[in-house]
């Protein structure tokens, strides 16, 4: 029998050849092939340096701004990130921030870790900084604590509280290294994502995110992957940000990265730069089709450790399958570290004997309300909001997860291959088995997803 080429990843092994060729409505979805306005990322760096939009050039800041024994910060981005940026950004940008005359003991570079967990020795080398990086610099670190060391400095418009780190407000100069990118209930992540919740206070993050919530959808349908109108809360961010604007100088480096590769370089205005993004991102993005699939095949690649970073591959999928809850989402995703989130999986127990509807107004009440909110706490939702247009179990994840597990907690089927030679024969049967299961459509629309930063937006939904 001979097979399409669909080819997509199990951690970091590609499989291939698993869709036969005699199905006929098969698609791989791509975006848009994006030409960079460079080819040598130092040197397009250095120019927008000090060519920036919406602020005077970086050499004018220093030399205006800085003086020997002021701090200059560095905010970048934790583990939780690839930090492909971090790692292009920082050697040339600091050499030129020496060059202008600032000291490297002034220069200090803060890890916007929000309230995740703060990374360990071995995370700050081999994820944030790289080793060469971190040799030089690791004595200049500073770690971002959403529990101490931040100031009150008011309110916004919607009432939440802004705690920021002290060590940040009392800079002359805040440089921001920023990897814009789709987010599934901000919209938009990087540029201001970096402030708030980079270096907030938690009261500030457990205020701002559950503004995504809503009782009968799981989120508002204004906080979904790529939309920032409206959406109440990267408007937050963006407000926080804006207040903090008067009180420092903030001057944002933003990129895109695609598949491995810086492809956009943008500095200025952090504001602006989150702006400017919008439109690239859209062409990197974004995938416009007419029909929902019945199967869609998804990976996240080597970000597929646990379950708690795979959801990123279900929601996308989500937006890609039909919603009458017929169709099917297999998500390749070796989970080798588990769940990866105490919050996500006490929740899931909670509900796991309640219907969907009732779970989700269930750990929305209980888990998600200004109070009680703590980041893990936004996936329960995330996940019953698909659940109530894709079927339970109809979520298939091949994986090192326990299957009894995935079934009775996260109402997901799951496949375990002994090794990743058995996952192409393992997707095989699934193809053959969704048939079997659905006589009516001998011939499914197949779409096959190789990136989960995708937005596929479907002309006329099945609901």
């Given at each position: 029998?001979?097979f ?14 698993f869709?036969?060729s005699t199905?006929?409505d ?8 994006f ?17 920036p939009?919406?602020?005077p050039?970086?050499?004018a ?6 003086t020997?024994?002021k701090?200059?910060?560095i ?14 950004i920082?050697p ?8 202008l ?5 002034d ?5 916007a ?24 610099w ?5 770690i ?23 060590r940040?407000?009392d ?9 814009s ?10 540029t201001v ?8 206070g ?7 995110h ?6 009968e ?23 926080i ?8 100088t ?12 810086v ?16 439109e ?20 996240v ?6 379950l708690?970073?795979a959801?990123?591959g ?7 399958v ?6 099917w ?10 769940i ?15 219907s969907?509807k009732?779970a989700l ?22 996940l019953?909001?698909?659940?109530l ?9 091949v ?9 009775e ?8 291959p002994?090794d ?9 049967g699934?193809v ?6 659905n006589p009516?459509?001998p ?21």
């Amino acid at each position: 029998m001979l097979f399409h080429r669909t080819p997509i990843k199990y951690g970091s092994t590609v499989v291939d050849e698993f869709i036969p060729s005699t199905l006929t409505d098969v698609h791989v979805l791509e975006a848009e092939d994006f030409t960079p306005d460079f080819t040598d990322f130092e040197e397009k760096l250095a120019e927008v340096l000090e060519s920036p939009i919406g602020t005077p050039p970086l050499s004018a800041l220093v030399s205006q701004l800085y003086t020997s024994g002021k701090q200059v910060t560095i905010i970048v981005d934790d583990n939780t990130r690839p930090n492909i940026h971090t790692k292009m950004i920082l050697p040339p940008l600091t050499r030129r921030l020496m060059e202008l005359g600032v000291k490297k003991e002034d220069i200090k570079i803060m890890i916007a870790s929000g309230s995740h967990v703060p990374p360990n020795e071995d995370a700050l080398e081999n994820k944030v900084l790289g080793p060469e990086i971190y040799a030089e610099w690791k004595d200049n670190v500073l770690i971002h604590d959403c529990d101490s060391g931040n100031r009150y400095m008011g309110k916004t418009s919607l009432g939440t509280p802004i705690y920021i780190d002290e060590r940040v407000l009392d800079s002359c100069l805040v440089i921001v290294l920023s990897d814009s990118e789709y987010h599934y209930f901000a919209g938009q992540a990087g540029t201001v994502k970096l402030f708030c919740p980079g270096v907030a206070g938690r009261e500030t993050i457990r205020i701002n995110h559950p503004r995504m919530f809503d009782l009968e959808r799981g989120f508002l349908p204004t906080c979904r992957l790529g939309n920032t109108k409206g959406n109440p809360v990267i408007e937050d961010m963006i407000e926080i940000t804006e207040m903090m604007k008067e009180h420092l100088t903030i001057f944002c480096v933003d990129t895109i990265v695609d598949h491995g590769e810086v492809v956009y370089v943008q500095a200025g205005d952090i504001i602006e730069c989150h702006k400017a993004a919008s439109e690239p991102l859209r062409r990197l993005r974004v995938v416009e089709v007419d029909e929902p699939a019945d199967i869609v095949f998804v990976s996240v690649g080597e970000l597929g450790i646990n379950l708690y970073q795979a959801g990123k591959g279900i929601h996308a999928a989500w937006n890609a399958v039909r919603h009458d809850k017929r169709g099917w989402i297999v998500l390749l995703a070796p989970c080798e570290d588990g769940i990866g989130s105490a919050a996500y999986e006490e929740a899931m127990v909670a509900t796991k004997d309640m219907s969907v509807k009732d779970a989700l107004r269930y750990v929305i009440q209980t888990y998600c309300t200004e109070k009680t909110f703590k980041i893990g706490n936004q996936k329960p939702p995330d996940l019953f909001r698909i659940l109530l247009d894709v079927e339970e179990r109809n979520i298939k994840v091949v994986t090192q997860l326990d299957p009894d597990v995935l079934s009775e907690v996260y109402r997901m089927e799951g496949l375990n291959p002994s090794d990743s030679s058995e996952v192409q024969s393992l997707l095989r049967g699934l193809v053959e088995r969704y048939i079997k299961e659905n006589p009516d459509t001998p011939n499914p629309r197949i779409y096959v997803l190789p990136d989960a930063g995708l937005l596929i937006n479907v002309a006329h939904q099945k609901e």
